[in-house]
């Protein structure tokens, strides 16, 4: 059973899969050239256990992402959840977390180069304009889709024995749990 920051980063992962699998642009720097050894599912695994953040800075990347989506949907795609992935992770542990590692650290992780990683760092927080803040309601509503979408693929999966899921995409909050 994965520990609750693992489960919130593979949720998130679910979410990404589903929302945003449009062909990437190709001059994105996002953009990944060939094909990953990973899936996305198993990359969010891998960054949720050696990066050590808190769940807090899950839910917090879900709220980056959605923001830089509102800001450039352009730059999102199937070929490009890695590393936005990657860099919004870094950001939302930076800023929630008390205790973080170097980029060094998180590049190794992230599976590229530092000068990589801190780029990729500076441009999501150039199209943010550094607007990494994140209210208690916005978070209590990123924290109830994300906690949805995992009751709602665990349903199904119950309920009809096929893996299909149908994942709410990551939008604007418009409502909040009654939880």
């Not at 994965?2 to 990404?16: D, F, G, M, Y």
């Not at 839910?59 to 450039?72: E, G």
């Amino acid at each position: 059973m994965p520990t609750s920051e693992v489960q919130t980063a593979i949720n998130l992962a679910e979410v990404l899969q589903s929302a945003w699998s449009v062909p990437s642009p190709d001059n994105s720097p996002f953009t990944v050239s060939d094909n990953l050894p990973l899936s996305l599912r198993d990359y969010a695994i891998r960054l949720g256990t050696y990066m050590y953040c808190s769940e807090s800075a899950w839910i917090t990347t879900a709220v980056l992402l959605n923001r830089l989506f509102t800001v450039s949907p352009r730059i999102f795609g199937c070929r490009s959840h890695h590393k936005l992935l990657a860099a919004c992770v870094v950001i939302g542990l930076k800023f929630t977390d008390d205790k973080f590692f170097l980029n060094t650290y998180y590049s190794e992780c992230a599976g590229v180069s530092l000068r990589e990683l801190n780029f990729l760092e500076s441009t999501v927080l150039d199209l943010l304009k550094f607007r990494v803040f994140v209210t208690a309601s916005e978070f209590q509503v990123m924290r109830c889709r994300l906690d949805r979408s995992t009751i709602r693929v665990k349903s199904e999966l119950i309920s009809s024995k096929v893996v299909t899921k149908t994942v709410s995409h990551i939008t604007t909050p418009q409502t909040v749990c009654a939880d």
